[in-house]
């Protein structure tokens, strides 16, 4: 097959011996599996930004930081050269979110390096050595289905505790391995603190999980584990280990607001009559 232009460096350098096959084609990379050595890998080879078609961008790039003052210039501009850095930095994303995230025990391809465009990966395989499939692609019993989702909900969470969102998540980008769920697809992973859309990207990541592994477990449709989770995790209690339980109950304590606007008004006259007393003094001396 014709070698991808990004690939052949690694070639010439002799990182890659090989190119097998192309796995996929998206709207954010090619992948292809690679043999380096007597090893099958997995080479995400990203694509130049104006052939990206990832919707709301700037959403997922609130919050990263770049710490060159003129790249951060020339992507506001939008210049040549910053669009180039952005790309660098969209890049980036994925390749330091799957490293903190291994580094975290979150089960996602483990990552080896990444080269002008180019993330070198394992490649993630099934019980029988295939090429692993997206859930979207697998049909589960209901035991199965309890099993997984609870394997991807501890995974959801270790997420969290490293600080990630994945942002995009369903099982379109999870992988059904030979030991459970892999999760892929990570360049608009965002950090849980800085971000202020990751709360809603966090609760439509799980909503995601559940519609997906509700439609053979449906006792998992009724569940909150978004809520409980984020609840968790905005008040410092959220660890890998806490236990879940599925469960939410909204606040239902309704605010007074007649009171609250009496109090706000006391506390204002209260304040204006303390100025008018010290200028009264002041003036009196």
Same mark, same amino acid.
């Given at each position: 097959?014709?070698?991808?232009?990004? =690939?052949?460096?690694?070639?010439?350098?002799?990182?890659?011996?090989?190119?097998?096959?192309?796995?996929?084609?998206?709207?954010?990379?090619?992948?292809?599996?690679?043999?380096? *050595?007597?090893?099958?890998?997995?080479?995400?080879?990203?694509?130049?930004?104006?052939?990206?078609?990832?919707?709301?961008?700037?959403?997922?790039?609130?919050?990263?930081?770049?710490?060159?003052?003129?790249?951060?210039?020339?992507?506001?501009?939008? %210049?040549?050269?910053?669009?180039?850095?952005?790309?660098?930095?969209?890049?980036?994303?994925?390749?330091?979110?799957?490293?903190?995230?291994?580094?975290?025990?979150?089960?996602?391809?483990?990552?080896?390096?990444?080269?002008?465009?180019?993330?070198?990966?394992?490649?993630?395989?099934?019980?029988? #050595?295939?090429?692993?499939?997206?859930?979207?692609?697998?049909?589960?019993? @209901?035991?199965?289905?309890?099993?997984?989702?609870?394997?991807?909900?501890?995974?959801?969470?270790?997420?969290?505790?490293?600080? =990630?969102?994945?942002?995009?998540?369903? @099982?379109?980008?999870?992988?059904?391995?030979?030991? *459970?769920?892999?999760?892929?697809?990570?360049?608009?992973?965002?950090?849980?603190?800085?971000?202020?859309?990751?709360? %809603?990207?966090?609760?439509?990541?799980?909503?995601? =999980? =559940?519609?997906?592994?509700?439609?053979?477990?449906?006792?998992?449709?009724?569940?909150?584990?978004?809520?409980?989770?984020?609840?968790?995790?905005?008040?410092?209690?959220?660890?890998?280990?806490?236990?879940?339980? #599925?469960?939410?109950?909204?606040?239902?304590?309704?605010?007074?607001?007649? %009171?609250?606007?009496?109090?706000?008004?006391?506390?204002?006259?209260?304040?204006?009559?303390?100025?008018?007393?010290?200028?009264?003094?002041?003036?009196?001396?």
């Amino acid at each position: 097959m014709k070698i991808p232009h990004r =690939i052949q460096p690694l070639i010439d350098d002799g990182m890659i011996d090989a190119v097998l096959q192309r796995l996929k084609s998206g709207k954010e990379a090619d992948v292809y599996t690679v043999l380096c *050595g007597e090893e099958i890998r997995c080479a995400k080879v990203y694509k130049e930004t104006t052939q990206r078609s990832f919707k709301q961008a700037v959403h997922y790039r609130e919050g990263r930081n770049v710490r060159n003052s003129r790249s951060a210039r020339a992507m506001q501009k939008n %210049s040549k050269f910053g669009r180039k850095q952005q790309e660098e930095t969209w890049q980036t994303a994925e390749v330091d979110a799957l490293f903190r995230l291994d580094n975290a025990g979150v089960r996602v391809p483990q990552p080896y390096m990444c080269i002008d465009g180019v993330l070198l990966m394992e490649l993630v395989t099934d019980v029988q #050595g295939a090429v692993a499939p997206r859930l979207s692609d697998v049909a589960l019993s @209901e035991e199965e289905a309890m099993a997984g989702f609870h394997t991807m909900i501890r995974n959801i969470v270790r997420m969290l505790c490293a600080g =990630i969102v994945h942002g995009d998540l369903s @099982e379109f980008n999870v992988l059904q391995a030979a030991e *459970g769920p892999v999760i892929i697809d990570l360049p608009q992973a965002v950090d849980a603190a800085a971000n202020n859309h990751a709360e %809603s990207m966090f609760a439509r990541d799980v909503g995601n =999980i =559940i519609a997906y592994y509700g439609r053979f477990a449906p006792q998992l449709l009724n569940t909150r584990y978004a809520k409980e989770i984020w609840l968790l995790y905005e008040n410092g209690k959220l660890t890998p280990e806490t236990p879940l339980t #599925g469960l939410f109950t909204e606040d239902t304590h309704t605010v007074d607001m007649d %009171s609250l606007l009496d109090e706000i008004i006391t506390a204002e006259d209260e304040h204006y009559e303390r100025l008018r007393a010290s200028k009264a003094r002041d003036e009196e001396d």
